[in-house]
């Protein structure tokens, strides 16, 4: 049965660094493309990083680029998004996503995730 598990989320202060962690048990996670999307209050769920099977292509949202960094580690199954300088506009529930095909197809639904996670919470209070 596939399964992604988000953690790390949490309320944290504008301006400080939070590190999101998803554990996938997809086979083979080394061939998944993977990604992190986010949902704000009142809002569509939006792409926000994303990482290609290979690892040698990754991709960011202009909101986030420079801030947020996705990398994956094929040994324990997991991606990261390592988040700094926390804006208030980052609060959202952030999920994790595995794209069988490998790829972060960037004009396809969804960016081709066809596997998702329940999503954890994070809140940037001022």
């Known amino acids: 049965q596939v399964q992604l598990v988000e953690s790390g989320g949490g309320l944290v202060q504008a301006g400080s660094s939070l590190r999101l962690s998803c554990v996938a048990s997809?086979?083979?996670?080394?061939?998944?493309?993977l990604g992190w999307f986010r949902q704000a209050p009142g809002k569509e769920r939006e792409f926000v990083a994303g990482?290609?099977?290979?690892?040698?292509?990754?991709y960011y949202a202009d909101a986030v680029k420079g801030r947020f960094t996705i990398w994956r580690d094929n040994a324990k199954n997991t991606v990261y998004l390592q988040m700094n300088s926390l804006k208030l506009e980052d609060t959202a529930v952030y999920y994790c996503?595995?794209?069988?095909?490998?790829?972060?197809?960037?004009?396809?639904?969804?960016?081709?995730?066809?596997?998702w996670g329940k999503g954890t919470l994070v809140t940037v209070s001022s």
């Open positions: 990482i290609s099977w290979s690892a040698g292509n990754t």
């Open positions: 997809v086979h083979p996670f080394s061939t998944h493309g």
């Open positions: 996503a595995a794209n069988p095909g490998g790829t972060v197809a960037a004009g396809a639904v969804d960016y081709g995730m066809r596997y």
